[in-house]
């Protein structure tokens, strides 16, 4: 018997990576990628309004396109078609190709051939070829990765769809310690409670730089830095970061799961647009 590898589960699995219950979320949540997508194309497109209503109409910001909800989309079709990828390489078989060659024992010499996927680039597709591998998934040695990553893309894709104007969090209040909220439009923001007045710039310059020191997993950088940094920021892009050699791994954490100096991320993440070029060939170089 051995525990749930995907992060925040303890449960007990037998013959597995990840549980049955994390294994069923990450079905219902790719089950949704299809409507989720129509609905994250209206979003970028304007055709949707979002937003929280003024007086009896919506508040919508006059922008012809919207880039956040396309960040969100193109974060979700770079995680669907990493781990894609990364099943196939793992679990697909492979043929055995002569090389023309012969071994000094006479044998022909032959080598494995993965052959290309077969697979139409859509983010449904690749949803519908995920489900279609449970067993690749569960007996994936990062399959806790892959739960936490698919489920966090998907999530911030609901968000998206029908996302209140944004709040970024400033830190608790220095005069009465209460959590304040800022719109990123804002210079200042006020205290509901004490009433002060704060500058928001240096609040949140001081949150990015007590946290600098800390060492985080790149689940729980994404859980914690995009309220801070103001912009999306996902595990996997983190991920990315490190294996392009921009980011350090660190000591693991328990778990064995690398952790990265937070200062390092934050210095990547702010030098980085937040409009990025996803590589959309499933089964091409990424």
């Known amino acids: 018997m051995t525990i749930c590898i995907t992060p925040r589960c303890a449960t007990p699995t037998a013959d597995s990576y990840i549980c049955r219950s994390c294994h069923g979320r990450l079905v219902s949540d790719l089950r949704q990628v299809a409507e989720l997508v129509d609905d994250l194309d209206d979003t970028v497109a304007r055709r949707t309004r979002t937003g929280q209503r003024v007086g009896s109409r919506p508040a919508v910001t006059g922008l012809p396109f919207n880039d956040g909800a396309a960040e969100v989309r193109d974060d979700l079709r770079n995680v669907l078609s990493t781990w894609v990828r990364d099943l196939w390489e793992t679990h697909a078989p492979r043929r055995q190709v002569p090389t023309g060659e012969t071994a000094p024992d006479g044998s022909p010499v032959v080598f494995a051939e993965l052959d ?63 959590d304040l909220y800022a719109r990123p439009d804002r210079v200042l923001v006020g205290c509901r409670e004490c009433e002060s007045r704060h500058d928001v710039e240096v609040l949140r310059a001081a949150l990015l730089g007590a946290a600098r020191g800390a060492l985080a997993t790149a689940a729980e950088v994404a859980r914690a830095l995009p309220g801070l940094l103001g912009r999306d920021l996902s595990a996997n892009t983190v991920r990315t970061w490190a294996r392009a050699g921009k980011l350090t791994r660190r000591e693991p954490d328990k778990r064995g799961r690398p952790r990265y100096l937070v200062g390092e991320v934050i210095d990547v993440a702010l030098a980085t647009p937040t409009r990025s070029h996803v590589t959309r060939a499933v089964g091409g170089s990424a």
């Open 116 to 178: 290309a996927l077969d697979l139409d680039d859509t983010l449904p597709e690749m949803a519908a070829w995920l489900r279609r591998h449970p067993t690749w998934i569960e007996h994936h040695p990062a399959a806790g990765e892959l739960v936490d990553e698919i489920t966090d893309a998907v999530e911030r894709a609901r968000r998206a769809v029908d996302l209140p104007p944004v709040r970024l969090f400033c830190g608790p209040c220095p005069d009465c310690g209460a």
